[in-house]
């Protein structure tokens, strides 16, 4: 069997569904139509815990939406086994099977199913990545689901992975503000099996917009309980810190004439097939899947994008160089689940 092949951009649903006061589901139903139909998205990054309140439950705006557009070639990732609010994975036989069913069960009625890719969220060190990967490639043999993604995994976690199932996708963060992946073997082992990489926080959580740059009092205008907040990046003292990186990415932009949300956008895709990169002989498809609970948001992220020249990802790798980031991508907590 064969990796369900993505072939359109992709889209992050969790700000339509994952914040304490959502907007009404047929209102993240036009947003996603918009980014279908303007940009020709039709994958989708999902989760089976990407809410706080069930009547807005994401799994069921992805089926509102795939019975609305009746378009087979639409593909869904989901994340799932993953136990909230205690925040920890489950990746037990018995809750992996629980919780692939509990996802199939929302488009099993569909005249017209979308491919569902599933990915047990994070990696739970209690089984080993063999073993969790089978476990999942079982279901798509069964014909439940269409194919295997990982999520936050170390390479050699991929290289394990990869050797008992064709792996469709592999989630994990990279930005201009987390670009561990370039130096940890990651991007060189997904390189080595051409697994495309699906990019998420591309815009690091809306550090990387112009609104930050350009706000010296970017840190006042976030409400108190924005997750933002419990951050190590914004955590007053690492953030001015911060700020160098920033500017020097925001001034490269405007030299540009793009935004910084579309410098951040425009560098990810540029980096797909490259060639000699990094010691990596040809760099794999690389997926941001921006959000954007509005179109407006949308365009924010999506239009205008463009190819950076291989000069241009030189001058933005040196900018990376010359300006660390402060702080862990989450905080000491969170850090424990990734790179697993």
Known sequence: MEPVPITTKGF???SLTGTATPQPLDKS?????HVKDTYGVKFLDCGEFYQFNPE???LKLAKIFCEQEQDKDIVICVKGAFKVPSMVPDASPENLNKCIDETISYFKDLKVKPKIIYEAARVDKNYTVEDVTSRIYERVKAGDIDGV????VSAESIKKAASVAPISAIEVEFSLFSEDILKNGVLAEASKHQIPILAYSPVGRGLLTNYAAEHPDYLSTLSEHDFKRTYDWFQPGNFEKN????TALYNFAKSKNLTLERLALSYLESLSGLENFLGIPKV????PIPSGSTPEKVDRNYKGLVKLSRED???VNKILEEHPVYGVRYNAHASALLNG
Do not use: C, D
């Open 12 to 14: 992050g649903t969790m």
């Open 29 to 33: 139903v036009a947003t996603l139509k």
């Open 56 to 58: 807005f439950h994401n």
């Open 149 to 152: 993604a990982l999520s936050e």
């Open 243 to 246: 700020k160098g990186r920033l």
């Open 284 to 287: 794999t498809k690389i997926i």
């Open 313 to 315: 990802v030189v001058a």
